[in-house]
């Protein structure tokens, strides 16, 4: 019996997919998964941190924070208002 090249391709690519695959979120440590969680999490809005920034915005990679000059961070529009932030005129337009 002749084994076509192409079918011991197929399973040769899907075993290293599936053993990428299997070497998930059980191997890290509590600390990574810590860190995972945090990343996952959605903000309603964005903010730089810089001292000339006066806006909020609804996206992390919207342009307007392209030039920020300190770290953007996420939090609650609320808190961005009472931090007398106005909505950015690119993603909230």
Known sequence: MRINSKY????LFSF???TVCSCGKEDL????KTELKK???????YICTGGSSKRYHKHRDC????N????IIGMNKTD???RDRTP??????
């Open 16 to 18: 290293i997919f599936i």
């Open 80 to 82: 961005a208002i009472n």
């Open 68 to 71: 920020c000059g300190g770290s």
């Open 39 to 45: 990343e996952t999490v959605s903000y309603e809005c």
């Open 8 to 11: 011991l391709l197929i399973i």
């Open 63 to 66: 342009r307007g924070l392209s």
């Open 88 to 93: 950015c005129r690119i993603c909230f337009n």
């Open 29 to 32: 440590t509590p600390t990574q």
